[in-house]
């Protein structure tokens, strides 16, 4: 992600502010490979929890949880993913943002219990969870999907889209990243029967920060407290917010480190590491965009990672709301931008 510099919110914010999809190819690339990878997996056995249980009914919240979200990922210059790489580079902007996502998760533990009371008025379904189940199968969905991706690539392919100059030293282009990205992602998803996400790991840190105590008398209390996570149809492990060793704390902790990590010795191996003051109007923003993206991320039950390359390839209709909240999060994030800092 470091080499190639794969941010889904530049993805999304590019679109609004330079009218510039090139990210956005290696994005859909990416969506559709795990779509195809997944269902191949299906086919031999390699995953059985359809229809996807680890995805809830479809709600509004979804929308509008997508909605927050996008304004905060353009505010805060990158997405929860963007955020650790660039965090982990040296970029500062996103180590504001950072803290701006664990501030926001503790903040989000004082209306939890509210949010979780309109997600359950506000449920559009309470049996569908995925256009597989709407279809029947999940042939037809994704041969659409399929058949829409042949297209759109060969195109992008004539017309030479899928590549553009550059000029730093290790660049790794987008599309191949978007490649290596499927195998990884379907692998995880194989070992653990569900798909990656941080949201809850940045929730847990939280805890650790001070989030359980701080509330502990509060009704934020039941947010740290509510298992939220269960590997392989919940038969192995179980995972809640709060301070405990847990499902949580052994797959989304090391992967939030990992990310981070692996960024830091990528720019370090490559001499870009370095650190800078950014102007206080760029670390005002990377705060409220990270609360934002936090406070989102919770109320639609995933972040951008867990929906796009998690729920969109297996069309849960949970994920496509949010999706569609992002959209337009994403330029109303693009014009907030526009007026404080460009």
């Avoid at 809640?240 to 052994?250: E, H, K, L, P, V």
């Avoid at 480190?257 to 720019?267: D, E, K, P, Q, V």
């Avoid at 995933?302 to 496509?320: D, E, K, R, Y």
């Amino acid at each position: 992600m470091h080499r190639s510099d794969f941010c889904m919110a530049g993805a999304f914010r590019d679109i609004f502010l330079f009218k510039d999809y090139f990210r956005m190819r290696s994005l859909f690339l990416l969506v559709t490979l795990i779509s195809l990878l997944i269902y191949l997996s299906r086919l031999f056995s390699l995953i059985n929890s359809y229809p996807p249980s680890f995805f809830g009914l479809p709600s509004v919240t979804n929308f509008l949880g997508g909605t927050v979200f996008g304004i905060g990922m353009v505010m805060a210059g990158g997405c929860t993913i963007g955020t650790l790489y660039k965090m982990g580079s040296g970029n500062l902007v996103s180590a504001f943002a950072f803290l701006g996502i664990l501030f926001g998760s503790i903040l989000f533990a004082v209306f939890y219990p509210l949010s979780l009371s309109f997600t359950h008025a506000v449920t559009l379904s309470r049996k569908i969870i995925s256009l597989e189940q709407i279809a029947g199968t999940a042939v037809i969905p994704l041969l659409l999907l399929l058949s829409l991706s042949v297209f759109l690539f060969y195109k992008w392919y004539r017309e030479r889209k899928w590549t553009q100059k550059a000029y730093a030293s290790g660049y790794l282009d987008p599309w191949k990243a978007a490649v290596l990205m499927a195998i990884v992602v379907s692998l995880s998803f194989i070992a653990s029967g569900r798909p990656l996400s941080v949201t809850k790991g940045y929730a847990k840190l939280s805890a650790y920060l001070g989030g359980q105590s701080l509330f502990h008398s509060m009704s934020g209390l039941r947010f740290y407290k509510e298992d939220s996570l269960r590997l392989l149809d919940g038969t192995i492990m179980r995972g809640g917010m709060g301070i405990n060793m847990d499902a949580i704390t052994i797959t989304q902790i090391p992967l939030i480190t990992g990310i981070i990590l692996g960024a830091f010795f990528s720019s370090v191996q490559l001499k870009e590491f370095k650190i800078n003051m950014p102007p206080g109007k760029q670390i005002f923003s990377a705060l409220i965009g990270g609360i934002l993206m936090a406070v989102g991320s919770l109320m639609a039950s995933g972040c951008n990672l867990w929906h796009i390359i998690g729920g969109l390839p297996v069309f849960a209709l949970q994920s496509i709301l949010f999706v569609s909240g992002l959209i337009p999060g994403a330029y109303i994030g693009s014009h907030i931008i526009k007026r404080i800092i460009i």
